[in-house]
């Protein structure tokens, strides 16, 4: 049988230590063993009664619930101040036969695996590999859990495939401790799996588009996702460059997305007119503290799978521009660590010049994130079309009311059909600015008022934005998921409040959502909304 230790706690923290916050009792359940359990099905739906327990023990005290994974998150969306779940050992994965997929699907059964809601991007990573196998996107490393990933909306920079959430397809939710608390969704106009994988899981099936868009970006609050059915493709490898550009230049990339016309060309990444390629992945780093006439811009392309290829660890180990985080906690171990001292760096020219180039697959390419402690990460999503306008007013704001120990990156991203998923726009630009945690001080603001200041000049230059529901913020700002999300945050709630009961939604909350008023229920309790379509 599954066991759960209980630990007694008084705080928690994230990985970024952003916290520490309160905590009454963290839960880690651990799984039979196969030698015990052979079947993966069982263990499964043994650790499904345990978790069940688990939700009515919290019910019962009137206490919430909520999983966690890596504490990747730089906000407070995973924090509970009662009962946390620590889903790391909970890792099973399982490829699906073709007798299992759904006879109107147009998956090619091959590329559907379902993973336990504990299995990390780089044990997927893994596991798909070994089938010959990949993900269509990661985030920047790889260190996050899938359901952490789908439950904030983890992106990468794939302009044609969007974020992780975006090649999911199917959803075990655990909604409750009753034997039809146990459910199986996917979208009824893409079904995947049939009856009889959801028998296996002894989950009730409901196919509703709306209902698993809404619950796809969910944020800790549709219930425990216990397991999810996701697609994956072919193994592919990517060609990435890492270089200087003139800034006019990256920044009409990033407005127009013209790549085919613009004069940045890389040799042999064009067609048979000699026009530039489309890339898979365009990233542009830039430092708000200086005048510099470039940028350094990091291109991927894709390129089919062929062996041998060379090793690219040596160049991803050492590369300074693997993640934006990174790099600046590197830079700033060779300074005092007095922020004034840090920030005074960053005024000089930091980002180094440089001519890299690796070729590996998208695992090898976003490999292991190698720094840990203190770090805070901004970051909102603005329509491509704004991303100098906003990267400017940004900027502007930064140098005059600042300063802060950070920089800033900009991610471009496929649109989502998650209903609450931040990647809204058709292309949605990620403008982030990523540094070392500070503390306020005389001359520099606090975190959360350089947050606040942010939202106020996207507002007030007319500027519409969503904010990363895993980054830091002023989540407490004033009506500020209905200014980014208009009728869908009605949308959302009406989804939540029919599939999970009164009481559940109280165990499934938190102060995230209460910050962000996404914790009340609507008035009518509409069950038509999660019925099979």
């Not at 009454?24 to 978790?51: C, P, Q, W």
């Not at 090793?311 to 060779?334: A, G, N, Q, R």
């Not at 940004?394 to 300063?403: C, F, I, N």
Request: aromatic fraction near 12%; charge should be neutral.
């Amino acid at each position: 049988m599954a066991k759960t230790t209980p630990y007694a706690k008084s705080t928690w923290d994230t990985l970024h230590n952003n916290g520490p916050f309160p905590l009454k009792t963290l839960l880690v359940t651990e799984l039979e063993g196969s030698a015990n359990m052979f079947s993966k099905y069982d263990r499964y739906n043994d650790a499904a009664k345990e978790i069940q327990r688990l939700i009515r023990e919290a019910a019962d005290k009137n206490e919430g619930f909520r999983a966690y994974g890596s504490s990747w998150s730089l906000s407070h969306i995973a924090h509970q101040k009662d009962n946390m779940h620590y889903n790391g050992f909970m890792s099973i994965h399982i490829p699906i036969p073709q007798n299992l997929t759904h006879q109107n699907s147009n998956y090619k059964n091959e590329n559907l695996f379902f993973f336990q809601c504990g299995n990390t991007i780089k044990r997927i990573s893994e596991v798909l590999g070994s089938h010959g196998k990949s993900l269509k996107t990661s985030g920047a490393s790889n260190g996050q859990t899938i359901a952490g990933c789908i439950s904030t909306g983890v992106h990468g920079s794939a302009l044609n495939v969007g974020s992780i959430q975006d090649y999911v397809v199917g959803l075990n939710l655990i909604i409750g401790d009753k034997p039809t608390d146990v459910v199986y969704l996917e979208r009824h106009t893409k079904p995947a799996l049939n009856d009889e994988f959801a028998e296996k899981i002894n989950a009730r099936v409901i196919r509703n588009d709306h209902l698993f868009n809404a619950a796809l970006v969910g944020l800790g609050a549709f219930g425990f996702i216990h397991g999810v059915v996701i697609e994956a493709e072919d193994r592919f490898l990517l060609k990435r460059y890492v270089k200087k550009i003139k800034k006019e230049v990256a920044l009409e990339l990033s407005d127009t997305m013209d790549f085919k016309n613009s004069i940045f060309k890389i040799d042999g990444e064009v067609d048979e007119d000699g026009k530039p390629n489309r890339p898979y992945h365009y990233k542009v780093f830039i430092n708000p503290y200086t005048n510099e006439d470039e940028y350094v811009v990091e291109v991927m392309y894709k390129k089919p799978y062929q062996v041998p290829y060379p090793d690219p660890f040596p160049v991803i180990k050492t590369s300074l521009y693997k993640d934006l985080i990174h790099l600046l906690i590197k830079m700033s171990e060779k300074f005092p660590k007095a922020i004034p001292w840090f920030i005074k760096q960053l005024r000089k020219t930091i980002l180094p010049a440089v001519n890299e180039e690796t070729l590996g697959t998208l695992y090898e390419t976003f490999w292991d994130a190698p720094y840990q402690g203190p770090a805070f990460a901004a970051s909102v999503g603005i329509d491509h079309t704004n991303a100098s306008k906003a990267y400017k007013v940004l900027e502007a704001m930064t140098q005059k009311e600042g300063p802060i120990p950070g920089i800033f990156a900009m991610r471009f991203v496929k649109q989502t059909d998650a209903t609450l998923g931040f990647t809204k726009f058709p292309i949605t630009c990620m403008l982030e600015i990523d540094g070392v945690l500070w503390k306020k001080s005389r001359k520099i603001m606090s975190l959360t008022e350089y947050s606040r200041r942010m939202i106020e000049v996207l507002q007030e230059n007319d500027i519409p934005f969503t904010i990363h529901w895993g980054k830091n913020s002023d989540w407490k700002f004033p009506n500020l998921v209905k200014d980014m999300f208009g009728d869908k945050v009605t949308e959302w709630k009406s989804y939540r409040n029919g599939l999970l009961s009164t009481e559940m939604q109280k165990v499934f909350s938190n102060g995230f959502l209460e910050d962000t008023d996404l914790h009340t229920p609507n008035e009518i309790n509409e069950d038509d909304l999660i019925v099979s379509l």
